[in-house]
């Protein structure tokens, strides 16, 4: 069990670049979320996969946001034309099963995301 | 809507005390509660969850907490804290429907020695 993996760690961007992340789950985790958290406080859902189709996002994403996970196995996260209030944390989870909430979601390290 | 509030934004016992942090829920239906635990950079890990089976939930590192439906709470405690300890603890409620999670703001727990 290698657990779930985010890369980068870091990225400093500047302003109206575009950025991407990319998530890899435990292996045969069939659902991934995306997760935002701000410094000082807790993380803030912003999307989610069943395997290869995207089920809920949050209107905390934008339409600078778009998150894919082809073939159901890692996903990317891309934010568009960066501003600074997208410097924050993105943590990526995964976890087993279709419904209710008895699997646990297991947390990547994040990517730390500064925007100048 | 569901949600969690944390009770206490810093809690600070010495080390060998008792540690209490409290979390309250909003839910329209029984729900499944959480904490987590995040360590400076280090990712979030999962300590306990209550998922409507026994009210008193025992986690890792001697964690446990209460679920009382008639208050609304699910607190989190431990006999005897340990410098290792220290952290920021989030109290968490998840959807029945989509399993997302939705945090509480943290509580951050500091050990003296």
């Known amino acids: 069990d290698t657990g779930v993996s985010q890369d980068p760690r870091h990225k400093i961007t500047k302003r109206g670049q575009n950025v991407t992340f990319r998530c890899d789950p435990i292996?045969?985790?069939?659902?991934l979320y995306w997760y935002r958290q701000t410094l000082g406080q807790g993380p803030e859902f912003l999307t989610y996969?069943?395997?290869?189709?995207?089920?809920?996002k949050s209107r905390l994403l934008s339409d600078r946001f778009s998150a894919e996970r082809p073939k159901g196995s890692f996903s990317t996260l891309e934010i568009q034309r960066t501003e600074q209030g997208d410097s924050a944390m993105y943590l990526c989870?995964?976890?087993?099963?279709?419904?209710?909430?008895?699997?646990?979601?297991?947390f990547g390290p994040g990517t730390r995301l500064t925007v100048t | 809507a569901q949600s969690v509030t944390q009770l206490d934004s810093h809690v600070s016992v010495s080390e060998g005390t008792p540690v209490l942090l409290r979390c309250n829920y909003s839910?329209?239906?029984?729900?499944?509660l959480f904490w987590y635990v995040q360590h400076p950079n280090k990712g979030l890990q999962l300590l306990l969850k209550?998922?409507?089976?026994?009210?008193l939930v025992k986690g890792i590192n001697g964690f446990e907490a209460e679920f009382k439906k008639s208050e609304t709470s699910f607190h989190l405690t431990k006999p005897s804290a340990h410098m290792s300890d220290a952290a920021e603890y989030f109290c968490?409620?998840?959807?029945?429907?989509?399993?997302?999670?939705?945090f509480g703001t943290g509580t951050r727990l500091q050990v003296f020695p």
């Open positions: 989870a995964s976890s087993s099963g279709t419904s209710g909430a008895l699997y646990e979601q297991y």
């Open positions: 209550y998922t409507s089976a026994a009210t």
């Open positions: 968490v409620v998840s959807d029945k429907d989509t399993d997302k999670l939705i």
């Open positions: 839910s329209s239906y029984s729900p499944s």
């Open positions: 996969f069943q395997n290869e189709a995207q089920l809920e």
């Open positions: 292996s045969e985790h069939n659902r």
